[in-house]
Nanobody, 115 residues
Framework: QVQLVESGGGLVQAGGSLRLSCVAS????????MDWYRQAPGKQRDLVARIHNSGYTDYADSVKGRFTISRDNGRNTVSLQMNSLKHEDTAVYYC?????????WGQGTQVTVSS
């Protein structure tokens, strides 16, 4: 079992920045990747960014150059630095991990970007 707790969401004006954090606890030794997904109202949940144990990162095309995912293994934390935010970035952001035996989701944190 892995527990994920997100923080850092909120309301920001377009062009601003926010930093999301997710702390993992439990069977963290089995984590393969740590990710951020987002889901806007009426839309499917999509991958925003992923960081592998190797440190390799993947990003959705829509956030490349604006968002940065990072991982602090010592604190079991994954963060998402979001810069140059746009109205279309408004969504609930979910922390997600793949482990050897499955996957786990956080409860989600709302990010609202006012235009």
């Amino acid at each position: 079992q892995v527990q994920l707790v997100e923080s850092g969401g909120g309301l920001v004006q377009a062009g601003g920045s926010l930093r999301l954090s997710c702390v993992a606890s439990g069977s963290i030794f089995s984590i393969v990747t740590m990710d951020w997904y987002r889901q806007a109202p009426g839309k499917q949940r999509d991958l925003v960014a992923r960081i592998h144990n190797s440190g390799y990162t993947d990003y959705a095309d829509s956030v490349k150059g604006r968002f940065t995912i990072s991982r602090d293994n010592g604190r079991n934390t994954v963060s998402l630095q979001m810069n140059s935010l746009k109205h279309e970035d408004t969504a609930v952001y979910y922390c997600h991990v793949y482990v050897l035996a499955g996957e786990y989701w956080g409860q989600g944190t709302q990010v609202t970007v006012s235009s």
